[in-house]
T-cell receptor
Framework: DTGVSQNPRHKITKRGQNVTFRCDPI?????LYWYRQTLGQGPEFLTY????????KSRLLSDRFSAERPKGSFSTLEIQRTEQGDSAMYLC????????????FGAGTRLSVL | AQTVTQSQPEMSVQEAETVTLSCTYD???????LFWYKQPPSRQMILVIR??????QNATENRFSVNFQKAAKSFSLKISDSQLGDAAMYFC????????????FGKGTRLHILP
């Protein structure tokens, strides 16, 4: 399977703990995106990388959130001091720079903060 | 600010029938893309169909077609010959061309297929 891979698929944590999610994009894609999807809503943009450079961050991304993409390959999204409001599905997408501007999504990491 | 509105939270259609999902959007941009994404239960979101705003011809992909009305800022999805595998959440989405790379999604329409 050469699609976008996200790990873990599910994460349950206690309020105040730190969590980290990983996204492995499709190998030749230089663009990588993180979105958050809460129940009953469409995905909301969090941040975007082109290669290793983080080019845009949503104001949804508070200072407890940090995303990295070292070497322009996989990406991690860390949430520090989790809150119950952080419970959501975190989606990663990747896209090639081919002018078609299509984003390919992973299956997501579902976070539950107790 | 750009917004995408899907006014139908849920819809049902009989297998083999045709169904149309509605979407409107608001933007001051002239160049943009519109998408319909499908999200099956517990599975990843996949692109169903894509439309460039500068193209007047409506996009089609097999049983899926759109009715793009740029002046009305309307972008509906028609699914013909509905199949059980079409049951999913459908999201209408928008992206500015040439600039932002983020996609803005609507809240989705859950489509049920009745056997």
């Amino acid at each position: 399977d050469t699609g976008v891979s996200q790990n873990p698929r599910h994460k349950i944590t206690k309020r105040g703990q730190n969590v980290t999610f990983r996204c492995d994009p499709i190998s030749e894609h230089n663009r990588l995106y993180w979105y958050r999807q809460t129940l009953g809503q469409g995905p909301e943009f969090l941040t975007y990388f082109q290669n290793e450079a983080q080019l845009e961050k949503s104001r949804l991304l508070s200072d407890r959130f940090s995303a990295e993409r070292p070497k322009g390959s996989f990406s991690t999204l860390e949430i520090q001091r989790t809150e119950q409001g952080d419970s959501a599905m975190y989606l990663c997408a990747s896209g090639p720079r081919d002018g078609k501007n299509i984003q390919y999504f992973g299956a997501g990491t579902r976070l539950s903060v107790l | 600010a750009q917004t995408v509105t899907q006014s139908q939270p849920e819809m049902s259609v009989q297998e083999a029938e045709t169904v149309t999902l509605s979407c409107t959007y608001d933007t001051s941009e002239s160049d943009y893309y519109l998408f319909w994404y499908k999200q099956p239960p517990s599975r990843q979101m996949i692109l169903v169909i894509r439309q460039e705003a500068y193209k007047q011809q409506n996009a089609t992909e097999n049983r899926f077609s759109v009715n793009f009305q740029k002046a009305a800022k309307s972008f509906s999805l028609k699914i013909s010959d509905s199949q059980l595998g079409d049951a999913a959440m459908y999201f209408c989405a928008y992206r500015i061309m040439y600039r932002d790379d983020k996609i803005i999604f609507g809240k989705g329409t859950r489509l049920h297929i009745l056997p």
